[in-house]
Each structure stands twice: as structure tokens, then as C-alpha cells.
């Protein structure tokens, strides 16, 4: 299970020692670094400045993903997202990329200077710090890709329930709810899932009853909001914040919703999504 905060990988440890012992080697041989055709000693400070900048963000990352709780008012979790949203914009759009054609470039320039590499035990270092970046990038976009199909998956199970999606929707989602979060919640989430999916009597309505229902969610009272309630700041059904002005409708257990987020719902399930109550009268 994912921690809320930071959390120290035992990669951490291997790179911070690695990063120490290569800057002492290439400081020490670093005018023979300069015998090479390509300044191989400028690309490993580089690499290594880059990577741990690159660690450091994703430090900073958990950290702000660590407040993002419901614990938490809604100002600072908005806070913490925008600052996720530039942290996660600065790691995928410029340092991962940067990080393959800096890696790349630092093979090609490897292979037609090794033989100026003052120690055979460096060429063996390098080899094996070129190996661990593309382990690394390898696997970031593995991890990345697996986190994408299980919130993937999730809004899935939205969608049988009839709330639309969209893949925005799902990055927006990654950014908003942190891994610790999800994981914490995950079991419930797939039940209430795995329940709705079950019971969806709206699926099996003829079209007369669905007439019927659509009659009786008009019915439920529907309101614009003047302030935010600050017992329920979001839609329990989108997860998305309140706002002065936002059409709410209310169900008899007194929960609150986005009109067309509840309406959709209420066209599959006659429940209510966040108590299980009846929420049309029966007819």
C-alpha cells in the first residue's frame, strides 16, 4: 500500500552513493577526461545533476500529495493539485524526455570513446549507470501506464452506472485523488462497484417505466447553490468541488448532487449513491 508522504525507495540509496563515488572519480581524472572525442565527463554530472533533480521532484510530488486528504479544506487541496500539476508537468513533459535523449546520446558518445576512459573499472561504470537509466525510464513509463488502467478501470465502473467519463477525466483524476488515497479506498470503491453494477433495475425498465422514473427524478427538488456546504464540498458521484451557482438537486436522505450527475444515476439505481437509501418513492 502506497504511505501518505514521502517514502525513501532503496534505489534512493544506491544512486546517492553511486552519484558520490562517480563525482570523486570524474573530479579527480578530469583532465583526462579531456583526451575524449566526446566530453563524457560533462554528460555524467549532467545525467546524475538531472536524475536527482528529477528525484527530488517526485519527493516534493508525495509531499504535496500527502495533503491532499478529505482531512484536509478544500482551499489547500486545490492548492496542493495546482502545485502537483506543475511538479507533474515539469517531470513528464521536460525532465522525463530530456532524461531518453540525454541517455541516448550518452550511448552513442560511449561507444566511439570508450577506449579514453582513464580505468577499466569506469568503462564498467558507466556501462552499468547506462543500464540503470534505462531500467529507470523503462520502467517509469511502466508504472505510469499501469497507474493510467486502474483509474481507467475505475471510471469504467462509473460509466456502467451512467456517469460519462472521458480520458481527461482519468488524468485529472491521477492528479486530484494521490495513490495513497486510492489504495486506502480501493476495496470499498470496488465493492460499492461491484454492487451497483449488480443492481441496476433501470437496465430492465420498459419504456413506459422509464417514463415513469424520469417523472418522478423531476419531481426531486433541484436548487442553485448560494454557499458550500462545508460538511459535503464535492459531488460524492464526480468528485468535483461545489461552487456558488451550481445546480444541485436533493434526495430525501439529504444528500446533494450535481443534477446531471445524480439524474444519470437515478436512471440505473433508485438508490442513493452514498447511503444505499431508496431514493424514488415506489410506484
Known sequence: MAMRGVDFKWYDGFFLSMLATSAIIVAINWKRYRLCT???????MV??????????????DNGLAAGMGLDFGWQQRYARFCGRIVVLSILSLLLY???WAWTIIGTLWFKSARDCLPEEGQKWGFLIWL????CGLISIACISVGKWRVRRQAHHLRAQQ??????????????????????????????????????QPGIYLTPTQREAVEALIQELPKF??????????????????????????????????HVECIDEWL????????????SLPKS
Not at 47 to 60: H, N, Q
Not at 131 to 134: E, K, P
Not at 267 to 278: A, D, E
Open 47 to 60: 545525467d546524475y545533476t538531472t536524475v536527482f533533480v528529477f528525484r527530488l521532484l517526485m519527493f516534493i
Open 97 to 99: 524526455p530530456f532524461l
Open 38 to 44: 566526446y566530453p563524457l565527463h560533462i554528460w555524467i
Open 162 to 199: 451512467g456517469i460519462p467519463i472521458s480520458e481527461y477525466g482519468v488524468l485529472v483524476d491521477l492528479i486530484r485523488v494521490p495513490d495513497w488515497a486510492f489504495e486506502a479506498a480501493g476495496q470499498e470503491m470496488r465493492g460499492m462497484g461491484q454492487e451497483a453494477a449488480a443492481y
Open 267 to 278: 436512471r440505473l439505481n433508485v438508490k442513493c449513491p452514498t447511503v444505499s437509501l431508496l
Open 224 to 257: 442553485r447553490l448560494k454557499a458550500v456546504p462545508t460538511d459535503c464540498s464535492e459531488c460524492p458521484i464526480c468528485l468535483e468541488e461545489f461552487h456558488v451557482g451550481n445546480e444541485v438537486r436533493g434526495l430525501p436522505c439529504a444528500h446533494n448532487f
Open 131 to 134: 543500464l540503470f537509466s534505462y
